[in-house]
């Protein structure tokens, strides 16, 4: 099961919106095919690990399947699993988590134990769920897994008064960070970021350049027509969200140049909740499982007020900046008491020298 789900993690980045899967056949002690999902609409785990059988002139009857997710067994762009893996004659199938989907939770066990093959779950089940719960956390709420990304000095802050950042943490950060872009379906920053750094946010593997969806927070839509993020070869990822107030000159010259959504205002700012509802795929459109927001200040503390942060990833620089004017990781207004705050929880840190990575899931205090 840990080989299962070591090639599950070769899929990060590629298979949403479906999980990370992986599968490995087994028969007498020695494994005789394996493999992985590895894009959305491509084979699951479980045909790509029967293909592999067949591939070294292995046949899977009466053998053992380890699957990191309980088979799928609906018809979605691909046929069910269960249908493989009864007809392919294996004996056992041993599962690590079962469907997070609860229309769907425990029905290709059923289904298996039917047909006369043995089922056994719960096997390295914390480290299945943990692999995918971005993938867990969208299928049950139908909105994106947010993660809040910062690289910040040791005191805190993320530019000078005058918006200087680049670069506060080294070159082994952000290649972490560009790793992060990877995992996630789409990036998020405030106008301000837009305005102060001009970012391409695109994703650099090897020598090639990709970009993944784009966001900008824009109240008001000012962001600038020269910037990169509208201007470049990626300009159809870009999304501009806009209030319903903003100027509308402003919005019909972005609109030709992006894609532009006018969204509700809560307290003068874009309504967050609404915006992850669209995101998540009630607007129709292709879903976003996950989103990485990269600052600044005033939007890290937006997702965090309304709850809607679930990891926050911290690069921290052994540098200090001081002042009071200096911009602030996030910012907003001071939590009344250290009770009322949000804490991380299962934190893990790791030495990116010359930095230090802090990473945890976001707790919130009850209401």
């Given amino acids: 099961m840990r080989q ?61 399947l380890y699957v990191t997710l309980e088979p799928c067994c609906t018809h979605g762009r691909t046929p069910p699993c269960t249908d493989a893996i009864v007809k392919a004659g294996i004996r056992q199938v041993v599962v690590a988590a079962t469907d997070p989907n609860p229309h769907h939770a425990g029905r290709g066990f059923d289904l298996l134990r039917t047909a006369g093959i043995q089922v056994q779950s719960g096997l390295q089940m914390e480290a299945a769920n943990r692999l995918n719960e971005i993938f ?15 690289a910040q000095t040791l005191d805190g802050k993320i530019a ?14 952000r290649r972490v960070g560009q790793q992060l872009r990877r995992a996630h379906d789409a990036i998020l920053v405030g106008v ?33 027509l020269t910037a990169q993020l509208v201007t470049d070869a990626f300009a159809d990822q870009t999304t501009i969200v806009v209030g319903v107030n903003a100027p509308k000159s402003r919005v019909k010259v972005l609109a030709r140049l992006v894609s532009v959504l ?28 996950s989103l990485l927001v990269e600052g ?57 020298p010359p930095d230090l990575m802090f990473s945890g899931r976001i707790q919130y205090p009850q209401s």
Avoid at 18 to 29: I, T
């Fill in 4 to 64: 299962a789900l070591r090639l599950a993690a070769r899929g990060r980045g590629t298979t949403s919106p479906n999980p990370m899967v992986g599968a490995v056949l087994v028969r007498r002690g020695r494994v005789i095919g394996q493999g992985y999902h590895r894009r959305a609409g491509g084979p699951h785990a479980e045909i790509e690990a029967l293909n592999d059988a067949a591939a070294r002139g292995e046949s899977p009857r009466g053998a053992t």
């Fill in 136 to 150: 867990n956390h969208w299928i049950v709420h139908r909105t994106p897994w947010v993660t809040l990304k910062i």
């Fill in 160 to 173: 000078t008064a005058a918006g200087q950042s680049k670069w506060i943490t080294g070159e082994g950060a």
């Fill in 192 to 224: 301000e970021t837009v305005l102060q750094d001009d970012p391409a946010l695109t994703l650099r593997i090897g020598r090639r350049v990709e970009a993944r969806r784009r966001w900008v927070l824009d109240t008001r839509a000012r962001t600038p």
């Fill in 262 to 289: 006018s969204a509700p205002l809560r307290n003068g700012r874009i309504d967050l909740s609404w915006l992850m509802t669209q995101m998540g795929g009630s607007s129709g459109a292709s879903p976003l499982t």
């Fill in 296 to 352: 600044g200040g005033e939007v890290h503390a937006s997702f965090l007020e309304a709850r809607l942060a679930h990891r926050f990833v911290s690069f921290v620089a052994p540098k200090i900046l001081g002042g009071g004017t200096a911009r602030r990781a996030v910012g907003g207004e001071s939590y009344p008491s250290l009770a009322a705050c949000p804490r991380l929880i299962d934190v893990e840190s790791r030495q990116v």
